[in-house]
């Protein structure tokens, strides 16, 4: 198999240990906040210095209403963060996860209400079937025994669907943004915003970084340099030489991966409802990326925790 599509392989498996290392610092007493805060914390603590050392001149030419976008696309990635960590630990992980990666669907439907671009047939086709395999989802969770998928599942499921929903929201608003800077000066800015305004709502909802116990810092740090950076990165550098409709597709593979990790670590186990329901959510998430119309410059594929 060729390298770049080890890479890639590579990159899906590293964002697939986002979920499961929430849980284990979540378990070791953090609160979800504080986690998000700690995760975005760290990540920015690394890529900024970088971005100030290699790409100094780069940023000292952006003008107010780049860093009004850059801070506007980190408050949304900091309401994704917060609302997606949040609902594991009220849901399961292989439903949190196929809930916030309908991110593809929920930016069609914003584009077309925000920016009037209305989805193709296949795209509006896409849209339904996902929306039947949340529904899917949903209803496994509800029926199931109290405590056998979380603490509160349609708490859980609303919750990473309104991640989903911020995702998308960081997407549209930086895209602009994005296409213009190299990838170090985006992301440096994006995540600095993200940690500023993460910090903020942990402080406010009582869970500040100095409230994360020691023992949950380990799998904190390793989702910041695992899923948020050397994950993303991969996924971005594979961008340079697979076409971002593959890449986007091969993301698909995260909440697979996700759920199988939570099977072996947690006991997690699926019904066939909610196997169905994942079934459904991805094929709708396939036939909606089929539909997308092409964009007149290159776009990212759509990032993951």
Known sequence: ????????????????????????????????????????????????????????????????????????????????????????????????????????????????????????????????????????IIASDLSAAPGTVGRDPLLGNALALAGAVAISGYFLVGRGLNRRLTLLAYIAIVYGAAALAMNGIAMAGGQPLWSIPAAAWLPIAAMALGPQLAGHTIINASLRHLSATFVALAILGEPVGSAVLAWLFLGETFTGLQLAGFATLLSGIVVAAGGERRPSAPEPAPERP
């Open 1 to 136: 198999m060729p390298l770049r599509f080890l890479a890639l392989a590579a990159g899906v498996l590293i964002v697939s240990t986002a979920a499961l290392l929430i849980r284990f610092a979540i378990d070791a007493g953090a609160g979800p906040l504080a986690v998000a805060a700690g995760r975005l914390t760290l990540a920015a603590a690394v890529v900024v210095p970088l971005a100030l050392w290699r790409r100094g001149p780069e940023l000292g030419r952006l003008q107010r209403r780049d860093w009004g976008i850059a801070a506007v696309a980190g408050l949304f990635l900091a309401v994704h963060f917060a609302t997606w960590i949040a609902s594991l630990h009220y849901t399961s992980v292989a439903s949190s996860v196929a809930l916030v990666t309908t991110n593809p669907i929920w930016v069609g439907l914003l584009s077309w209400w925000l920016l009037g671009e209305p989805p193709t047939r296949r795209t509006a086709a896409g849209i339904a079937m996902a929306v039947a395999g949340s529904a899917l």
